[in-house]
């Protein structure tokens, strides 16, 4: 049985992954997809739920890792709540990394679930325009500057400054799709071209609506485990190789430079504690709200030059394959989607992809994956680096 104190820092990998139901899920609460998809990824795994000495949670309740654990019947001794948007599972899955090869833990649950579409549909809810009007916030919101509005002025800059074009952002969104069509468990799958999402309903100037990502109900786990229950397991694991964090502003006046995002340090870090670098990569997996977030995110990971993403996101032939799953852009978005990132990239990595299987130029799996989440509107991000090795 493993020990919570050592000597040296303990290798720490992926040993379950799941989804919980997904896309249209009219019926289930958001704390029973929490339970189905944490029962799924332990049963991946191979272990008992004994093994589990900490969760990771953030999103639903007023103590959202305590209500969390009550109802999946845990009584974790290490806890993660964590909230930075769309970037808190790979923080928290950096966080959580640390404490198992620190020995503060064992095995940590990372675990999500949303029922966001769901909810407006029975009108629980309505469509949030903003994050809310406290704070430094307050300075924004009177003048009607939405979520949505923050990031079209980012992609204005970006088109400004370096001359990237609609149709190079559309291409993003064409991608996504094209990769979700091979996907059972996406939302979206009926093929579009550039010139539909050119022609789509105008959302904020100069995103349409395909621009943007869809709004899907579901959720998924993560377990990470201390090297030595690696024997034990059903499959074999995907290392956690590296990890990166980084948080830059909440007010858009406070953000240096709207053509570079947060992923400019949290990737650097991450590739450099893995001791890798963005040419090394097989598979990017990659927080894409609006398309804007997958060129800048992808030139601030070093996968291209700064400027160079328009360029990029259209070539066929690049090396490493971006959003396999098709991303929020079409397969599914139930809100802070970052975890999704991380099954995929497992899912990659272990050849258990159910739609698009990346291969490298030898028909060999992958041997490298990044998984990069974006909060709020670049306002943060964190970066993991994934091996099979």
Same mark, same amino acid.
């Given at each position: 049985?493993?020990?919570?104190?050592?000597?040296?820092?303990?290798?720490?990998?992926?040993?379950?992954?799941?989804?919980?139901?997904? /896309?249209?899920?009219?019926?289930?609460?958001?704390?029973?997809?929490?339970?189905?998809? +944490?029962?799924?990824?332990?049963?991946?795994?191979?272990?008992?739920?004994?093994?589990?000495?900490?969760?990771?949670?953030?999103?639903? /309740?007023?103590?959202?890792?305590?209500?969390?654990?009550?109802?999946?019947?845990?009584?974790?001794?290490?806890?993660?709540?964590?909230?930075?948007?769309?970037?808190?599972? @790979?923080?928290?899955?950096?966080?959580?990394?640390?404490?198992?090869?620190?020995?503060?833990?064992?095995? !940590?649950?990372?675990?999500?679930?949303?029922?966001?579409?769901?909810?407006?549909?029975?009108?629980?809810?309505?469509?949030?325009?903003?994050?809310?009007?406290?704070?430094?916030?307050?300075? @924004?919101?009177?003048?009607?500057?939405?979520?949505?509005?923050?990031?079209?002025?980012?992609?204005?800059? %970006?088109?400004?400054?370096?001359?990237?074009?609609?149709?190079?952002?559309?291409?993003?969104? !064409?991608? +996504?799709?094209?990769?979700?069509?091979?996907?059972?468990?996406?939302?979206?799958?009926?093929?579009? #071209?550039?010139?539909?999402?050119?022609? /789509?309903?105008?959302?904020?100037?100069?995103?349409?609506?395909?621009? $943007?990502?869809?709004?899907?109900?579901?959720?998924?786990?993560?377990?990470?485990?201390? @090297?030595?229950?690696?024997?034990?397991?059903?499959?074999?694991?995907?290392?956690? &190789? /590296?990890?990166? @964090? %980084?948080?830059? %502003?909440?007010?858009?006046?406070?953000?240096?430079?709207?053509?570079?995002?947060?992923? +400019?340090?949290?990737?650097?870090? +991450?590739?450099?504690?893995?001791?890798?670098?963005?040419?090394? !990569?097989?598979?990017?997996?990659?927080?894409?709200?609006?398309?804007?977030?997958?060129?800048? #995110?992808?030139?601030? &990971?070093?996968?291209?030059?700064?400027?160079?993403?328009?360029?990029?996101?259209?070539?066929?032939?690049?090396?490493?394959?971006?959003?396999?799953?098709?991303?929020?852009?079409?397969?599914?978005?139930?809100?802070?989607?970052? &975890?999704?990132?991380? !099954?995929?990239?497992?899912?990659?990595?272990?050849?258990?992809?159910?739609?698009?299987?990346?291969?490298?130029?030898?028909?060999?799996?992958?041997?490298?994956?990044?998984?990069?989440?974006?909060?709020?509107?670049? $306002?943060?991000?964190?970066?993991?680096?994934?091996?099979?090795?």
């Amino acid at each position: 049985m493993p020990t919570t104190s050592t000597d040296r820092r303990r290798r720490v990998a992926v040993v379950g992954i799941s989804l919980s139901d997904v /896309g249209r899920v009219d019926e289930a609460t958001p704390y029973a997809l929490h339970a189905q998809a +944490a029962r799924r990824a332990l049963a991946d795994s191979g272990l008992d739920r004994s093994v589990i000495d900490g969760l990771a949670s953030a999103g639903l /309740g007023t103590l959202a890792p305590v209500e969390v654990a009550e109802y999946l019947g845990l009584r974790p001794r290490w806890v993660d709540s964590t909230s930075v948007g769309g970037a808190t599972w @790979e923080v928290m899955a950096a966080h959580a990394a640390d404490a198992i090869a620190a020995g503060h833990a064992n095995a !940590v649950l990372l675990v999500y679930g949303s029922t966001a579409r769901a909810d407006i549909r029975a009108r629980r809810r309505t469509g949030n325009l903003s994050f809310g009007a406290r704070g430094p916030l307050q300075f @924004e919101v009177p003048y009607g500057h939405s979520l949505i509005a923050k990031y079209a002025m980012a992609a204005r800059r %970006h088109m400004h400054e370096y001359g990237t074009t609609l149709e190079q952002l559309a291409e993003v969104a !064409v991608q +996504a799709r094209a990769n979700a069509a091979l996907n059972p468990e996406a939302m979206f799958r009926d093929p579009i #071209t550039v010139d539909d999402v050119l022609d /789509g309903p105008m959302i904020a100037d100069p995103f349409t609506k395909l621009h $943007c990502c869809i709004r899907s109900d579901g959720g998924c786990a993560v377990l990470l485990a201390a @090297e030595e229950y690696v024997p034990d397991t059903a499959k074999a694991p995907v290392w956690v &190789l /590296g990890t990166g @964090e %980084h948080v830059s %502003h909440t007010t858009m006046s406070e953000w240096a430079d709207f053509t570079v995002s947060p992923a +400019a340090v949290s990737g650097r870090l +991450a590739f450099e504690r893995a001791g890798v670098s963005p040419a090394d !990569v097989d598979v990017a997996e990659i927080y894409d709200a609006f398309t804007y977030m997958t060129l800048v #995110t992808l030139e601030d &990971l070093g996968f291209c030059a700064k400027g160079e993403g328009g360029a990029y996101v259209a070539e066929k032939d690049r090396r490493v394959s971006v959003n396999t799953d098709g991303g929020g852009l079409s397969a599914c978005h139930p809100g802070m989607r970052g &975890l999704f990132l991380l !099954v995929e990239a497992v899912r990659q990595l272990r050849g258990e992809a159910p739609g698009l299987q990346v291969r490298r130029p030898d028909g060999s799996l992958p041997e490298l994956a990044v998984a990069s989440g974006t909060g709020g509107w670049f $306002c943060s991000s964190g970066t993991v680096v994934l091996g099979r090795g």
